[in-house]
DNA sequence: CGAGTTTGACCGGCGC
DNA sequence: GCGCCGGTCAAACTCG
């Protein structure tokens, strides 16, 4: 967040000695000048408090949620291990995205089970280090499942899975025959304008189309507003383990470093999401409108 | 007419 | 062994 600020002074500076040229070309007084400067000042930190107290804000909500996502997992995994009964939990995709979280699941099993949690978590060990799951903004409306991340998709199938009343779509690369990376989209339970893609596997040939990867990158991004950071936070833990994951939508070009620090790409995508929802903010945008006609109209009436 | 999508049938794993 | 469920197949269908 300091980097934001920063720039915030800069960019406060860059104004004032803007102002301060025109203002001695203009041969005004100087007390006009530092009561200008003053102004601009007062202005700046005003904003700098409001920047500083919406990164708190965001930065608490930031925690609870954070805290909110591992009680959950908790609560997930004691679920799965603390009752007697074997049958499979109806929240698959629970286990698998705690299971890249976290490596695997190792959880408190009794002996009669570690045999066969041995032997099905050495075979699902192979799939699931290769499992991640994306989170794309859709319009509401939209009902269609396909999800623009710049690989071509072949529909193999749909069904209507027991824990989402929303069809779950299967696609499969049609990229390279020789792919076999799978893709399950379907609406998110909760927000129905959300769809998760789930990934199986990892392509063995480079991304079709650059071109098409970066629509899909600006429409994630542009349409990501409210969710993006959502996802992001839930996501953040096991996008550091699995830098291909969500990663390789917003960054591709740096996902070559798998141990690279995740913290300033998420201040960096912080800083996007916070201009984008202040630039689709009517208030914000009509303010910084009257604001700039009004220093517009202020340096003409000087100027005169 | 070919490529892609839809959708019901089928298969295999798992719990009871 | 039976039923449930998720995943896959493939014939029918649609569209450009």
């Not at 009794?110 to 032997?119: E, F």
């Not at 072949?154 to 929303?166: F, I």
């Not at 020789?178 to 129905?192: H, M, N, P, Y």
């Not at 990867?213 to 542009?222: A, D, K, T, V």
Request: some cysteine.
């Amino acid at each position: 967040m300091d980097q934001y600020s920063s720039s915030l002074v800069d960019t406060s500076l860059d104004l004032t000695i803007g102002i301060t040229r025109m203002r001695v070309e203009e041969d005004s007084t100087t007390t006009a000048l530092v009561d200008e400067l003053k102004r601009v000042n007062a202005e700046n930190k005003k904003l700098s408090e409001m920047l500083t107290l919406m990164c708190d804000n965001y930065n608490v909500l930031r925690k609870q949620l954070m805290e909110y996502v591992n009680k959950s997992n908790n609560m997930a995994e004691r679920d799965q291990t603390s009752p007697p009964k074997k049958r499979k939990s109806p929240a698959r995709d629970d286990a698998v995205s705690s299971a890249v979280v976290g490596g695997l699941s190792e959880s408190s099993s009794t002996d009669q089970d570690d045999q066969y949690l041995c032997k099905k978590q050495r075979e699902e060990t192979v799939v699931k280090e290769k499992v991640s799951r994306v989170y794309y903004k859709t319009e509401a409306s939209d009902t269609t499942l396909v999800v623009k991340d710049g690989y071509q998709w072949r529909k193999y199938g749909q069904k209507v899975t027991r824990d989402n009343p929303s069809p779950r779509a299967y696609f499969k690369c049609a990229c390279a025959p020789s792919c076999s990376v799978k893709k399950k989209v379907q609406r998110s339970v909760e927000d129905q304008s959300v769809l998760v893609a789930t990934y199986e596997g990892e392509h063995n040939h480079p991304m079709p189309s650059q071109i098409d990867s970066n629509n899909g990158l600006n429409r994630y991004i542009s349409l990501g507003g409210p969710v993006a950071p959502a996802a992001a936070a839930s996501n953040g833990s096991y996008s550091l383990a699995k830098p291909v994951t969500t990663v390789d939508l917003t960054e591709s070009k740096k996902v070559t470093s798998p141990s690279r620090i995740e913290f300033p790409e998420v201040q960096k995508l912080l800083v996007e999401q916070m201009a984008s929802s202040l630039t689709k903010d009517p208030n914000f945008t009509a303010a910084l409108a009257a604001a700039v006609t009004g220093r517009l109209y202020q340096q003409n009436q000087t100027e005169k």
